[in-house]
């Protein structure tokens, strides 16, 4: 198996459009596909992509962010969304973009303007495996999340 890269990374939305809007508003993100509703039986919804029957795709849209993996951004309908927390950075689940930018503390600003709860930071590190590295992280419904 030749592997070239990853191609995208896939996130479940409850709102596409309000999602797609903040990753073009906080990251000039392009949609550069989009689906529409997907036609599928029950039997292919289970067997292809583990979901419950009456689940079906309402759209998803990917979206290109600088030169790096895509964004694919799903949105279901017929399972309602349960209490479950999102999951933070130090639970099994848990999960982050990182996008590499020019300039970490204008980005930081950007998102702040946008209505992110940016954490405190951008912080530089000095020293160690990571050493010449900026990163802010976000937090957004209550999960934490390096940007």
Request: glycine share 12%; hydrophobic share 35%.
């Amino acid at each position: 198996m030749r592997v070239f890269g990853m191609q995208h990374i896939g996130f479940t939305v409850p709102h596409l459009e309000e999602a797609v809007r903040f990753f073009e508003a906080a990251f000039g993100a392009v949609t550069c596909l989009e689906t529409g509703r997907i036609e599928a039986d029950d039997a292919f919804m289970q067997r292809r992509l583990g979901v419950p029957a009456g689940c079906r795709i309402e759209n998803i849209k990917v979206l290109r962010i600088g030169n790096g993996t895509n964004l694919e951004l799903f949105q279901y309908s017929g399972e309602e969304d349960g209490e479950e927390p999102l999951k933070r950075n130090s639970q099994s689940g848990g999960f982050h973009l990182a996008f590499e930018v020019d300039d970490c503390h204008s980005a930081a600003d950007r998102l702040r303007q946008a209505g992110v709860d940016v954490l405190e930071g951008p912080t530089f590190v000095d020293a160690g495996a990571m050493q010449g590295l900026t990163f802010t992280c976000v937090r957004r419904g209550g999960s934490s999340s390096s940007s």
